[in-house]
């Protein structure tokens, strides 16, 4: 089986608690207007990976440091065999090891959808952040984009880790982290809505330019 991904990154420290292992997976047709993962919108061959490829960079964290997993997007119901799959294999790997890590996704659509089309992938995972972004309504509570969208607990593992923070207000801070590979610098997190012309305006004084940005695409 295989599985369009954009980016696999650890640690991610600003989507969900802990530490986390994020997958972004490729391919959404929602466009939301402002979304700053435009690179993520278009599949093609060379974003395909194995979903047993995918599991192994989860297995290769070692238990200890891995707090959970956050699958974000591109929109990741627009693959639900695949989601489902990796899914029941990481499950199926946390129950053998006895580990305590929750599984956190995020997704364009609303829930009345998600419950309607998808309720098995949804008794999956431990919490869920559905809804589109809207780049008109105010910053949304903690790990959140727009105040449209909720932070919903689905099995007794996430609610004991979301509870709490459904209603938790975003702090103003420490809300995004940079990582930079050979070819790219990555922002991974949820920005304030002028951040990403603020950090544009900063590099440019610097004598920096960004040539191609995932927020235009
Ligand atoms: S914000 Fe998410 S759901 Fe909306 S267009 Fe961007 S990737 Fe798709």
Not at 98 to 112: A, K, R
Not at 176 to 185: G, H, L, N, R
């Amino acid at each position: 089986m295989k599985i369009h991904i954009n980016k696999v990154h650890y640690p991610v420290t600003v989507l969900g608690p802990g530490k986390r292992l994020g997958i972004w997976v490729q391919g959404c047709n929602l466009h939301c207007l402002g979304c700053i993962s435009q690179d993520t919108w278009k599949q093609d061959e060379d974003s395909l990976t194995s979903v047993d490829e995918l599991l192994e960079m989860c297995q290769s964290i070692p238990s200890a440091m891995l707090d959970g997993i956050t699958i974000s997007g591109g929109e990741p119901f627009s693959q639900p065999e695949a989601l489902k799959y990796f899914l029941t294999e990481v499950i199926e790997w946390r129950d053998e090891q006895s580990m305590e890590f929750d599984i956190l996704c995020y997704s364009g659509l609303s829930i009345q959808q998600l419950r309607k089309q998808h309720s098995e992938i949804l008794s999956q995972l431990d919490a869920v952040i559905p809804e589109p972004y809207v780049n008109d309504l105010p910053r949304g509570k903690v790990w959140r984009g727009s105040s449209n969208q909720p932070l919903i607990p689905l099995s007794d593992r996430g609610r004991k880790k979301y509870l709490a923070a459904v209603d938790t207000e975003y702090s103003g801070k420490g809300d995004m982290q940079v990582s930079v590979d050979e070819q790219q610098i990555w922002y991974i997190g949820i920005p304030d809505r002028d951040d990403m012309q603020a950090t544009r305006v900063a590099l440019e004084k610097k004598g920096i330019v960004q040539e191609q940005v995932s927020w235009r695409a």
